[in-house]
């Protein structure tokens, strides 16, 4: 999806991301949707994100535009490195399961992707889930680089705060030219917040996301907030950045903005549904059947 495919759509990245999130639906609603089938003639873009915290699947038309979606919380992926190849492969062909039934169509090639740093091999084992779920893997590629094919950005910084890890990504020129990678994300909330309040990992993974706990809960993760701005610092620091887009699950926090914006003093923005900016990148480079 490029600038000018927005434009003709009519959609700026917030509708387009909006529209995503109308499509892309949790397990136990994709479970239940209605077909929508896509006629034959219509090709489709495939993405993969095996997240440290969520899998999401995503499907797009040629143009870019969002026709599907499922995504889910699972623990197979640890900063970046597939732990549970097993549990990955299967809920990943539960998710092309039930997407090909809401379609009418199979899904049997997708692109995904892998935080800067991971070593090749480890790169190697994500294709090899995706192929084992029954989908040719197209291409793999960096999250900041996915990320950005959504934003696109000519000039600024890419932070995202996933499960495990923050990437970030310096973007000159449409390019990006630095990336990092560091410990600190999402399951840190969790894991703050299940100490704070004395309840399970899971009991506090369910209230984390809930936007009506989280004013309560921001005092007890805003240490975790300062930790990712503190390493977004440091990865910029000497570089002339304007602004600062969050992404990634962990960023649709509130006060997530604020408290980075407060501590790098750059703008900082955080763009609807964070979760699937880079999943939709991912798909975006696919290569359309």
């Known amino acids: 999806m490029t600038v000018e495919a927005l434009t003709r759509a009519g959609l700026n990245l917030d509708q387009y991301l909006a529209q995503a999130g109308d499509v892309i639906l949790p397990r136990e609603f994709s479970e239940t949707a209605p077909p929508t089938p896509i006629p034959e003639y219509r090709k489709l873009r495939v993405g993969v994100d095996l997240g440290t915290a969520y899998l999401v699947l995503v499907v797009l038309d040629e143009d870019g535009i969002p026709l599907a979606g499922e995504w889910q919380f699972a623990q197979v992926v640890r900063d970046g490195l597939v732990v549970d190849y097993i549990g990955a492969t ?3 062909r539960g998710m092309k399961q039930r997407l090909e039934r809401r379609l009418g169509r199979d899904l049997n090639h997708a692109a995904s992707g892998y935080p800067p740093g ?3 091999a480890e790169v190697r084992a994500t294709a090899n889930v995706i192929e084992a779920a029954g989908m040719e893997c197209t291409c793999l590629l960096d999250e900041p680089s996915a990320a950005n094919q959504v934003l696109q ?3 600024g910084v890419i932070v995202d705060v996933g499960g495990g ?3 970030i990504a310096v973007v000159r020129d449409g390019q990006v030219i630095y990336t990092a990678d560091e410990p600190t994300g999402g399951t840190h909330f969790t894991l703050v917040i299940a100490g704070a309040l004395d309840i ?3 009991e506090a993974e369910k209230i ?3 936007r009506s706990e989280q004013p309560r809960l921001f005092p007890v993760v805003r240490p975790v907030m300062e930790k990712v701005a503190s390493i977004t610092s440091r990865h910029i620091q000497g570089q002339p950045v304007s602004s600062i887009t969050l992404v990634g699950g962990a960023s649709a926090f509130t006060g997530m903005a604020d408290v980075l ?3 790098t ?8 549904h964070p979760v699937f900016v880079t999943p939709l990148g991912m798909a975006m480079m696919d290569t359309p059947v």
Do not use: A, H, N, W
């Not at 003093?265 to 609807?272: Q, R």
């Open 208 to 210: 984390k996301v809930l």
């Open 153 to 155: 950005l000519d000039d």
């Open 90 to 92: 299967d809920l990943l």
């Open 261 to 263: 914006q407060s501590y």
């Open 165 to 167: 890890t923050t990437g």
């Open 265 to 272: 003093g750059i703008p900082t923005f955080v763009p609807e």
């Open 200 to 202: 399970s990992f899971e």
């Open 118 to 120: 991971v070593p090749r």
